[in-house]
């Protein structure tokens, strides 16, 4: 929770949080009949290359940052892919961030 007491949301590293966690952010889509100008696929693409970014330039202009108020680094959140090709990536990866300490009542409760 790295912006606690503001922010309660636990810091979870997954392509996901791209899209906040929201089943409805994911299936936004601008176009018209016959093309898809803005989707879930450029979005993704676009946050790969630029995982701080709180408005995209894609005609969806909606944050990169994860419900935590970071950003979701892909060599994080994707596996599978050659250098920064990120969009080639053949796996998802979700981490979830601990806290760890030495006091073990902390550890306890974690």
């Known amino acids: 929770k790295p912006l606690a007491p503001v922010n309660n949301n636990c810091t979870i590293m997954s392509p996901l949080n791209y899209f906040q966690n929201s089943h409805e952010m994911l299936d936004v889509r ?3 009949f016959f093309y898809t100008y803005a989707d879930y696929h450029t979005h ?5 290359q630029a995982p701080a970014s709180v408005n995209d330039t894609t005609q969806l202009h909606t944050s990169c940052l994860g419900t935590f108020g970071g950003p979701v680094f892909p060599w994080i959140a994707l596996g599978g892919y050659e250098g920064e090709n990120f969009t080639q990536a053949e796996a998802l990866i979700i981490t979830f961030v601990v806290d760890n ?10």
Do not use: P, W
Request: glycine share 6%.
């Open 30 to 32: 601008i176009g018209d």
């Open 44 to 48: 993704l693409m676009y946050c790969a």
């Open 101 to 110: 300490s030495l006091n073990d009542t902390l550890v306890k409760r974690a």
